[in-house]
């Protein structure tokens, strides 16, 4: 009888699920990092992931994947809302810009794309919000779970959702857009790799076929 009901209230749920338009489970979300090695992302983390999908242009199962598998990767599995090596010493010096930055402030990696250097923070910013506020206050990009997920998503529908291939399923040319410079010419192979590996796991997770399309980046 409960085994019944249990099953009757995962499929009304999923009926709501697919009513509303979801590309993604809960439980596929939460498999996609557990399989990676991650711990299990809170429901939270989740909802935020699935209402920021329609706001990116993301309409495909795919693409958020390889979003995904980017994100869990930039993050440490969603832990790493700054970048480790910058705890101790906030990296002053090593991401400036001039024109840009305010004095005190600084601009290591922060969210869940690790967004990076003033101008990235002042047009986040502006487009998101249509204010100055995150270069004044960079750190809450680390502090506000939904301002991590925000500039995440920001960066992919600027930066990463019209590169030549994406679109079209090729996860390298997601690699080449987010820190193409160093791991696709040759030196940093194995940090690409790995993405993709992550992303192969994410299909999986997804319920997608095959381990996807390498492309883009180192081949
Ligand atoms: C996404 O957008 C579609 C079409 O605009 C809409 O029907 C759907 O409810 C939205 N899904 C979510 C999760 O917001
Ligand atoms: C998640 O993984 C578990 C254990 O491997 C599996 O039983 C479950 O069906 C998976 N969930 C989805 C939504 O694929």
Same mark, same amino acid.
């Given at each position: 009888? /409960?085994?019944?009901?249990? $099953?009757?209230f995962c499929s009304i749920f999923s009926i709501i699920q697919l009513a509303q338009g979801q590309l993604v489970t809960y439980g596929e979300f939460?498999?996609?990092?557990?399989?990676?090695?991650? +711990?299990? +992302?809170?429901m939270k /983390?989740y909802t935020y992931f699935e209402s920021n999908l329609n706001q990116t242009?993301i309409m495909s199962k *795919?693409?958020a994947?390889? $979003?995904?598998?980017?994100?869990?990767? @930039?993050?440490?599995?969603?832990?790493? /809302? &700054?970048?480790?090596?910058?705890?101790?010493?906030?990296? $002053?010096?090593?991401?400036?810009?001039?024109?840009?930055?305010? =004095?005190?402030?600084?601009?290591?990696?922060?969210? %869940?794309?690790?967004?990076?250097?003033? %101008?990235?923070?002042?047009?986040?910013?502006?487009?998101? %919000?249509?204010?100055?506020?995150?270069?004044? =206050? +960079?750190? #809450? #990009?680390? &502090?506000? =779970?939904?301002?991590?997920? =925000?500039?995440?998503?920001?960066?992919? &529908?600027?930066? #990463?959702?019209?590169? +030549?291939?994406?679109?079209?399923?090729?996860?390298?040319?997601?690699?080449?857009?987010?820190?193409?410079?160093? *791991?696709?010419?040759? @030196?940093?192979?194995?940090?690409?790799? /790995?993405?993709? &590996?992550?992303?192969?796991? #994410?299909?999986?997770?997804f319920?997608?076929?095959? *381990?996807?399309? @390498?492309?883009?980046?180192?081949?």
């Open positions: 009888m /409960k085994i019944i009901g249990l $099953a009757l939460k498999n996609a990092s557990i399989w990676s090695g991650f +711990p299990t +992302p809170s /983390k242009l *795919e693409e994947a390889m $979003a995904l598998a980017q994100f869990l990767y @930039e993050s440490d599995g969603l832990r790493a /809302k &700054r970048e480790y090596a910058c705890e101790v010493d906030n990296c $002053a010096g090593q991401y400036t810009t001039p024109w840009c930055d305010i =004095d005190g402030e600084h601009y290591y990696g922060r969210g %869940y794309i690790q967004l990076t250097w003033c %101008y990235n923070y002042l047009a986040a910013s502006r487009d998101l %919000y249509g204010a100055d506020w995150l270069i004044w =206050d +960079p750190d #809450v #990009v680390g &502090r506000d =779970d939904s301002v991590a997920w =925000d500039t995440a998503f920001w960066f992919w &529908r600027v930066n #990463v959702h019209f590169q +030549p291939g994406v679109q079209e399923g090729m996860f390298g040319a997601s690699t080449r857009a987010i820190n193409g410079a160093n *791991e696709c010419t040759g @030196e940093f192979n194995a940090v690409a790799q /790995k993405r993709f &590996r992550i992303y192969s796991t #994410v299909r999986k997770a319920g997608l076929e095959g *381990e996807g399309d @390498e492309r883009g980046c180192y081949n």
